[in-house]
Structure formats: structure tokens, C-alpha cells
């Protein structure tokens, strides 16, 4: 794939970048590597003061890069300037918090006493040079929920971004130097998928964190495991949306609409299977449909679109793959199923789409849908809506809508997802752990668990 910005409302190609040579990328690495040498020995203030001054620039910058993100991958510009909202304000409760996140833990004297201790403690010290292998749905937001606690923690970030956000991950290395953080603290390296192997054998590369397909995931996690190296990996998702009869079915109804096409429906967090009790299932179908039929179709710089296009014209071939596919297999479609008229030969559009009779020999019941398509289940009880929302091979996140106690807390204990959100859609935010299980991937991004995912977990035992 070209490392190029190319505008998927229009499929124009605006730029394109060579990629680093082989003695570049050396000299990357080699500086990274030199640049942690000093910076590991900073100061908790002084990396916070460089993180706050990151954070008042992208503010600043918040209008121009909204329309740069827009401009390479075709999120809605109000959502746009939301995502570098958001990071400005994970920066600033990283600089706030991480020293006390990663502050010493002293075990009890009575704990340890019979180790021959006179003192033992924690601590938490950073890696070394961190990979992050990013994707372009969120091209700021998933960088920087990797690199705020990554810095903090004293590491040195290299970013090899997806080449279809190419300015955008040139930005945030200017953003981070302009910042004051010293030349190798944070690069991005504009190389193609292929040479990643190459940098993380490299041994002057301690680690690495992905956000991407499960392919991707385990090719990188194959590596990393042959070289013995930490990784870090956040993969596809299907989450559940699980909608139950005491539930407010108008609020649950408008909140699934969102859920479902945030970032025109590009979101491994986003609600794709929607789970339904009989009881209330013909009244949430029908506000559900009625409100993504409402949804406006356009182009992602206009205020007003709701849904804007897919970020490659070959995410638009995939989903339509899986959408004929369960028509073909017996599957109804209340609402889209197509490209809609005008806009779908122009740009890389889809309509919203609301599927129904979903049977397991679908590609759609098994596979996850990056674009705005969601599938429908009617189930009779509880039980059967625990069993639908863990027959997936992923396990990101999970939302239920319910007001009874033991429902909720039979579905916390049951649910096979990394994160469950009650009587709300799934978000992310700096002070709650963000990760999944099964085929979704490992460990956790966020909060102290986030920082302390590229610490060196150190025990100090100190004799008489």
C-alpha cells in the first residue's frame, strides 16, 4: 500500500511520501535509542511539563488537524475535532497523575520480615524504545493513548502509522518536538507494513503495542514472541449491545443509532450486534431503523453529515462482502444494504444498514463489521442473550440496558468482554483500563494499568 493521503469522499490522491530508506531508519532507531539513554533519567515534573505544553499546542492546532483527519480518512469534522479534544485532555491527566501512578510500593514491614529484608519496595521503571503500529480510524486518539503514558513513563515512542494517514502521523512528531521533548523522544517512521519485522528484531527496540486487525496483530505478536520482547495488542471487536425489557427502549434505541456509526461505524469499540429481548424487540427495531434511516449521508467537512465515508474504497469492497452474503443466506434488510445514490460512485459511501434473521452461517455472525452496518437478534431471555453476545471469537467491550440489579451483575460475571457498559454505549477515557480478550487481543491500555504496561516492574530488597 502507497504511503498517500487520498480523500475517500472524492478518491482523489492529494500527496504521497517516500518511504525511509534502509539507512534512516537505522538512523532512527539509533537516534530513539540514544534519546531514551537521557530522557529516562528526567524528572516526573519536567516530562509533564513538556506533556501540558503537547497538549495546549493541539489545541491550538485543534481546527487545522481536525480538517487534516478528516481530509485522510473521512470522519465526520465535529468528531473530528472531539478525538484531538479528547487527547489534549488524556495529556493533561497523564502529566497530572502518572508520578503517583508510578509512584514506589512499599510492602509491609510483617510481609516481608522473613525475607531478611531490613527494607523492600516497587518500582516501576520504563522499557526502552516502544513500537506502536497504529491504525487510521482514530489516526490522534490511538496514538496518543499510547504515547502519553509511554512518555510519562520515560520511554521513547516510534510510530509506524498507517500509510493511508501519512500527514497526520507527520503532525504528531512536529506536535511532540515543537512541544520541547528532545530530537529521538517520539519519531514516525514512514515505512511500509513489510519492514516492521525488521524494526522490532532490531535489538535497540524493547517493545511494542498494536491497534489493528487480528492478522496484523498476530504477525507482530509472532515476532515480538520470537525475540522475547512485551507486546501489547488491541484488535477487532463485535461487541454485543444487549437491550433487555425493563430498559429505557427510546434512550436505548437513540443511544444504539450512535453506538453504531461513531466514526462512521470504523470503531473496534463500536456496537455492531444488537441484542434484543422479544419482549421489547418490534419497539426498539422500530426506533432503531427509524433513526439510522435519519442519519445524514455526505460529506464529512459539512457540520451538519452524520456519517461520512468509508476511510478506503477496499473497506467499502469488505463490508459489502458481508452484507450480500447474508442477504444470500436469508438475511432481511430493514434499512441501506447499498451505496447510496449520488454519493456511492463519487466516494467511498455506504448507507446506513440495520440487518435481521441473522443465522450462525453467516460471515456476518462470525466477522466484524468495520462500517455502518448493524445486526439484529431477537432472544427470548437472559440466558440466550449471554450465549449470543460471547458467540464471537472476539471479546473488546459489551453493552447492556437493563434497570434490574441481578441482571447486571449476572451479565458482568458472564460476559467474555474486556469492558461492560450498562445503560450507555462504550467509550474510552484515561482513567479506565481500555482492552479485550479472546481474538480482540492482550493487555490494557489506560490508566495506571496503561502506564505500567512498559514499566520494568522492579523489585528492590535491601539487606542489612
Known amino acids: 500500500m502507497p504511503i498517500a493521503t487520498v480523500n475517500p469522499t472524492t478518491g482523489e490522491t492529494l500527496t504521497t511520501f517516500d518511504a525511509l530508506s534502509p539507512e534512516d531508519l537505522d538512523r532512527s532507531i539509533a537516534l530513539a535509542a540514544d534519546a531514551f539513554d537521557t530522557y529516562r533519567t528526567s524528572a516526573f515534573p519536567e516530562r509533564a511539563r513538556l506533556l501540558r505544553q503537547a497538549a495546549d499546542l493541539l489545541d491550538a492546532d485543534a481546527p487545522d488537524i481536525a480538517r487534516l483527519m478528516t481530509t485522510e480518512m473521512g470522519k465526520p469534522i465535529a468528531a473530528a475535532r472531539a478525538e ?39 518500582r516501576y521503571r520504563p522499557l526502552g524504545v516502544v513500537l506502536a503500529v497504529m491504525p487510521w480510524n482514530f489516526p490522534l486518539w490511538q496514538v496518543v493513548r499510547f504515547a502519553a503514558p509511554a512518555l510519562m513513563a520515560g520511554n521513547v515512542g516510534l510510530l509506524k502509522h498507517a500509510s493511508n494517514v501519512p500527514q497526520t502521523a507527520l503532525y504528531l512528531e512536529d506536535l511532540f518536538r515543537r512541544a520541547g521533548f528532545a530530537e529521538g523522544c517520539f519519531q514516525t517512521l514512514l515505512i511500509g507494513s513489510g519492514a516492521v519485522e525488521g524494526v522490532l528484531r532490531d535489538p535497540r527496540v524493547a517493545a511494542a503495542t498494536l491497534t489493528g486487525s487480528e492478522p496484523a496483530g498476530r504477525a507482530v505478536a509472532s515476532v515480538a514472541g520470537d525475540e522475547v520482547k512485551k507486546t501489547v495488542l488491541e484488535l477487532g471487536g463485535s461487541d454485543p449491545y444487549v437491550v433487555l425489557p425493563s430498559a429505557d427502549v427510546e434512550r436505548a434505541a437513540r443511544t444504539a443509532v450512535t453506538a453504531r456509526v461513531q466514526n462512521n461505524g470504523q470503531s473496534c469499540i463500536a456496537a455492531k450486534r444488537f441484542i434484543v429481548h422479544t419482549a421489547v424487540f418490534d419497539a426498539f427495531t422500530d426506533a432503531f431503523v427509524a433513526g439510522m434511516r435519519a442519519l445524514r449521508v455526505g460529506d464529512p467537512l459539512d457540520e451538519d453529515t452524520d456519517v461520512g465515508p468509508l476511510s478506503t474504497e477496499q473497506g467499502r469492497s469488505d463490508l459489502e462482502a458481508l452484507v450480500d452474503d447474508a442477504v444470500e443466506c436469508g438475511a432481511t434488510v430493514l434499512c441501506g444494504g447499498q451505496r447510496p445514490d449520488g454519493l456511492g460512485e463519487r466516494g467511498w459511501f455506504y448507507a446506513p444498514t ?111
Open 354 to 464: 440495520v440487518l435481521a434473521e441473522i443465522t450462525p452461517e453467516m460471515r456476518v455472525h462470525r466477522e466484524e463489521t468495520f462500517g455502518p452496518v448493524a445486526t439484529l437478534y431477537r432472544v427470548a431471555d437472559l440466558d440466550e442473550a449471554i450465549s449470543v453476545a460471547n458467540d464471537t471469537p472476539f471479546g473488546l467491550s459489551s453493552n447492556l440496558w437493563t434497570r434490574e440489579d441481578d441482571e447486571i451483575e449476572r451479565f458482568v460475571r458472564d460476559s467474555g468482554a474486556g469492558g461492560v457498559f450498562v445503560n450507555g454505549m462504550t467509550a474510552s477515557h484515561p482513567a479506565l483500563p481500555f482492552g479485550g480478550a479472546k481474538r480482540s487481543g492482550y493487555g490494557r491500555e489506560l490508566s495506571d494499568h496503561g502506564i505500567k504496561e512498559f514499566c520494568n516492574v522492579t523489585t528492590v530488597w535491601i539487606g542489612a
Open 84 to 122: 484531538a479534544a479528547k487527547c489534549a485532555r488524556t495529556m493533561r491527566w497523564y502529566a497530572e497523575h502518572a508520578e503517583r501512578l508510578l509512584s514506589d510500593e512499599h510492602p509491609a514491614d510483617a510481609d516481608v520480615k522473613d525475607s531478611g529484608a531490613v527494607r523492600a519496595l516497587v
